[in-house]
């Protein structure tokens, strides 16, 4: 059964969050201490991480951002703290998904599994190229200019996406529902937030100019 690593201070909502996800099939495991929360998760190799933001001593944001730079585990913000620019700086700093309190369990469940199910899909083919970039699907890394850097979940299947409609417009309507399964529950602005983090991250192997936005259509590589 996937293991899902719980981040959140909150002792009752930590017994309740884990009763829910047991009872869906998840194994649980969870931090009762916070000063070496990325050691632990990775310790655990967890299938998922649900991470709150307000935590003792620290800040969630930054175990996200600490966290990223050393696994690829998906990672879904459940906090709180609603406002926008928790949200875009959640995914800036590497969450592949933001649930804010209170939830819905079955909402939530349903943002696990599909989590999940993005983060398991085999690839079709190991590696695809185009226009002088590689990307290798089983190890979601992206290779250019004699340089690779490692993608998240949410970049390598946007990247992906892309290359495959190489040459067309994809709208953003197709890729929220290729990344969340659904554009019910995602604001248009993380697809944004996603697609800027890329860049970003091609930049460090010099790669710019590389996704073309198309205003009010879409993107294309």
Request: proline share 3%.
């Amino acid at each position: 059964m996937p293991l899902i690593y719980i981040v959140e201070d909150d002792e009752p909502i930590r017994t309740e969050l884990a009763q829910v996800l047991e009872r869906n099939g998840f194994d649980v495991a969870a931090c009762s201490t916070f000063d070496a929360v990325v050691d632990d998760i990775v310790a655990a190799d967890p299938d998922l991480v649900l991470l709150d933001l307000t935590l003792p001593g620290t800040d969630g944001q930054l175990i996200c951002r600490d966290l990223r730079e050393r696994s690829g585990v998906p990672i879904i913000v459940l906090t709180s703290r609603v406002t926008e620019i928790d949200e875009v700086l959640s995914m800036t700093m590497g969450a592949d998904d933001f649930v804010t309190k209170p939830y819905s369990s079955r909402v939530l469940i349903a943002h696990i599994q599909a989590l999940l199910r993005r983060a398991n899909v085999a690839p079709e083919r190991n590696v695809v190229s185009h226009n002088g970039l590689e990307l290798d699907l089983a190890r979601s890394i992206a290779r250019a200019n004699g340089a690779q850097v490692e993608l998240t979940k949410n970049e390598m299947r946007i990247l992906a996406l892309l290359i495959k409609h190489a040459g067309t417009i994809v709208s953003r309507e197709a890729i929220m529902r290729d990344l969340w399964d659904s554009d019910a529950f995602v604001d248009d602005n993380t697809l944004t937030v996603n697609i800027n983090r890329l860049r970003n991250t091609l930049e460090k192997i010099g790669v710019s100019g590389y996704l073309s936005t198309h205003r009010g259509r879409g993107y294309s590589v």
